[in-house]
T-cell receptor
Framework: RKEVEQDPGPFNVPEGATVAFNCTYS??????FFWYRQDCRKEPKLLMS?????NEDGRFTAQLNRASQYISLLIRDSKLSDSATYLC???????????WGAGTKLIIKP | EAGVAQSPRYKIIEKRQSVAFWCNPI?????LYWYQQILGQGPKLLIQ????????DSQLPKDRFSAERLKGVDSTLKIQPAKLEDSAVYLC?????????????FGPGTRLTVL
């Protein structure tokens, strides 16, 4: 099992719809979780950190499920500009190591 | 505030040649990372510096890759000799302290093509 796994997609979603995708991780002791966004041929940028209690930032909601070892990202009222690859990042065994998923590609269609 | 700077943006070389990439992190950031991102994959950490010391280089192919961060500021990554499978985007990132909860800020990357 990979340390961090994501469905590569692509998820093709009409504008205005709600879309959600998950990221599973193998290390039950992981403490830090992030979603980064990467536009085509651009560098990754932090979208949001994922807290134990879940957190929301506008149309984006991130949640952590420790029992099943996954984090999720929900996007409501999707916009064309949300089209990107969403990368999941989880800390590994050491105090500084972060493991990156391969990303989920999202395409929002008019 | 200036972001992470990288150069060159693009590089095309033939296999067995050498290549070097340069990165200047955000001012005051103690931690610097070099990642390799192959098309369709997530970033893979090659090396992490804390100031001018190496924190993690477990995935750096040390027979051909080397990196240094003199004076704890800018950094260079070198490949010598290059192989076809080294074709990728090389991303440099920095963070304030390198802690598990710190945001990483990325540069635009160097796109390397090995022919």
């Amino acid at each position: 099992r990979k340390e961090v796994e994501q469905d590569p997609g692509p998820f093709n979603v009409p504008e205005g719809a709600t879309v959600a995708f998950n990221c599973t991780y193998s290390n039950s002791a992981s403490q830090s979780f992030f979603w980064y966004r990467q536009d085509c041929r651009k560098e990754p940028k932090l979208l949001m950190s994922v807290y134990s209690s879940g957190n929301e930032d506008g149309r984006f909601t991130a949640q952590l499920n420790r029992a099943s070892q996954y984090i999720s990202l929900l996007i409501r009222d999707s916009k064309l500009s949300d089209s990107a690859t969403y990368l999941c990042v989880v800390n590994g065994d050491s105090n500084y190591q972060l493991i990156w998923g391969a990303g989920t590609k999202l395409i929002i269609k008019p | 505030e200036a972001g992470v700077a990288q150069s060159p943006r693009y590089k095309i070389i033939e296999k067995r040649q050498s290549v070097a990439f340069w990165c200047n992190p955000i001012s005051g950031h103690a931690t610097l990372y070099w990642y390799q991102q192959i098309l369709g994959q997530g970033p893979k950490l090659l090396i992490q510096f804390q100031n001018n010391g190496v924190v993690d280089d477990s995935q750096l192919p040390k027979d051909r890759f080397s990196a240094e961060r003199l004076k704890g500021v800018d950094s260079t990554l070198k490949i010598q000799p290059a192989k076809l499978e080294d074709s990728a985007v090389y991303l440099c990132a920095s963070s304030t302290r390198g802690g598990l909860y710190d945001e990483q800020f990325f540069g635009p990357g160097t796109r390397l093509t090995v022919l």
